[in-house]
């Protein structure tokens, strides 16, 4: 029996809005349609959700197909012109059961004026056991290379007692940690009463919820960490000792011309605080490879980067030119070299991650077992393989014993 399927492309926020897009689904019955909540951070990401419409269209050709999420919001006619698609939903309104499920074929709104965050609340996550909780929305920066705020509108934030109450529920639920999540995360809290900020929202979710025993944050922007959430991250032993940063670049021209708020400098220092203060802590980062303009010697400093800024998660992709961004009407380098430059960039990410991935060799470990009982996340978000099943959603002490295809492998404690 066919059964409704929702495809999350893209970021985390996407994962939690995919998350209550499903519920929907099963409150509804509705046991035919898939739904691709799709990611339009770059070319590829929008080449990759066609394909994967017509690829789930081939496999089940009498299910629906509704396409919504990001590439959706900024590229609503390309993919209504596809035969495969049976309705096009934008970001504002997919959240909305009446509206993504029924209604005219094509439903995509003006992002931009939307002015606060939808308060849904959910009980579980069907496909993780981790949680994620939305606490901000949408982005008033301008990167040049960026089409996102287009697809997500201007910033917004959730108030913290939402916040609070939907950990709450996930808690009661069962869950053991808590992700949050947003498009901009370091911008919470301007538009709220009161001007909190990032690290204030943490410090009282840690004060609220005592019983949380693993609060992560998704990706951050450095030079808007608030000093509460820097003392957070570097003091709170249940907020995971994990960072995921938006650096783009590692040459000073390159981020002015990104219009990227930060200097190289800035974000080595950021780094030398936060693990000087608590040395555990894993650096993951966002950096794009053949900017436009990038000469060798701006590729190199970025290439430098990834060891002045101890960076063992990259996420590295070779730049994208989206249409209607200042970027993409600079002076633009051969995809060929983008693409040598985004290798050479993924090696030496690779090269620090084995160097991590040995110094674990014999310690301890804390993982979240995953669904299947025998996979997990250390709580510097290292991938764990563990010898022995464990039970799904519990964290379990465990040996390093060695490492492979970029993940730890562990024994449970007795």
């Given amino acids: 029996m066919s059964e409704a399927t929702v495809i999350n492309l893209g970021c985390r926020l996407n994962i939690y809005e995919g998350e209550i897009i499903r519920q929907h689904l099963a409150a509804a019955g509705d046991s035919d349609t898939i739904v691709i909540n799709s990611c339009a951070v770059t070319g590829e990401a929008v080449r990759q959700a066609r394909q994967t419409i017509r690829r789930l269209k081939r496999e089940r050709p009498e299910a629906r197909v509704i396409v919504t999420g990001c590439a959706a919001q900024v590229e609503a006619a390309g993919f209504a012109a596809m035969p495969e ?26 992002i931009m004026a939307v002015r606060e965050t939808a308060p849904h609340l959910l009980d579980g996550f069907a496909a993780n056991t981790r949680a994620f909780v939305e606490v901000q929305n949408g982005c008033d920066h301008r990167c040049t290379f960026c089409i996102i705020p287009y697809a997500r509108g201007n910033s917004r934030s959730v108030p913290a007692g939402l916040v609070i109450d939907r ?31 990032l690290g204030s929202l943490v410090q009282r979710i840690l004060t609220h919820v005592p019983t949380l025993r693993r609060l992560r944050l998704s990706s951050i922007d450095s030079i808007e960490a608030d ?19 938006s650096l783009q670049s590692g040459d000073d021209m390159i981020l002015k011309r990104m219009k990227r708020r930060h200097t190289r400098a800035d974000a080595v220092r950021f780094v030398e605080t936060v693990k000087t203060k608590r040395p555990e802590i894993a650096i993951g980062a966002d950096i794009i490879a053949g900017f436009p303009t990038e000469t060798d010697e701006m590729f190199e400093n970025s290439l430098r980067l990834i060891d002045d800024c101890d960076i063992v998660f990259g996420h590295i992709f070779p730049y994208s030119a989206r249409s209607g961004t200042p970027a993409a009407r600079m002076p633009q380098l051969a995809v060929p070299e983008r693409k040598a430059r985004a290798a050479r960039l993924r090696e030496a990410a690779a090269r620090k991650l084995a160097t991590h991935l040995a110094a674990q060799k014999g310690r301890e470990i804390d993982v979240l077992v995953e669904k299947d009982g025998r996979t997990g996340h250390a709580a510097d978000f290292t991938p764990a393989a563990l010898d022995q099943s464990a039970l799904p959603g519990s964290i379990v002490r465990a040996r390093v014993t060695g490492a492979e295809a970029s993940r730890l492998l562990a024994t449970p404690r007795e």
């Fill in 167 to 197: 950990i709450k529920r996930l808690m009661d639920a069962g869950a053991q940690e808590v992700v949050l999540t947003g498009v901009d995360l370091t911008s919470y809290g301007p538009d709220l009463p009161g001007n909190p900020t």
């Fill in 227 to 245: 000093p509460a959430l820097v003392e957070a991250i570097t003091g709170e032993a249940r907020v995971m000792p994990h960072l995921h940063l």
């Fill in 85 to 110: 698609v049976s309705r096009v939903v934008g970001n504002a309104e997919k959240l909305d059961a009446a509206t993504l499920l029924g209604g005219e074929r094509v439903r995509v709104g003006d």
